[in-house]
């Protein structure tokens, strides 16, 4: 799960990184797509991750785009 001060989601970041809650990260080559009717974070493959030099101060919970269902629009 990742997230900031808007809201949280869920990620599928396959590249191995050593990563620990809490660490404020920043994707790119990141997409949001719908997985089985819910919205997920994806690396692509040529897609990386890096610390941020800015930390996010505040993770809002109350907004939880994963948890809603979605119907992609082709």
């Given at each position: 799960m990742i997230g900031d001060s808007t809201g949280v989601s869920n990620a599928?970041?396959?590249?191995?990184?050593?990563l620990n809650e809490?660490?404020?990260?920043?994707?790119?080559?990141a997409k949001a797509e719908v997985v089985k009717e819910h919205i997920?974070?994806?690396?692509?493959d040529r897609g990386r991750i890096e610390l941020s030099r800015k930390p996010v101060e505040k993770v809002s919970e109350e907004f939880n785009l994963s948890s809603k269902a979605w119907v992609p629009i082709e």
């Open positions: 599928f970041l396959p590249k191995k990184i050593d809490g660490d404020s990260i920043v994707l790119f080559g997920e974070i994806q690396l692509a």
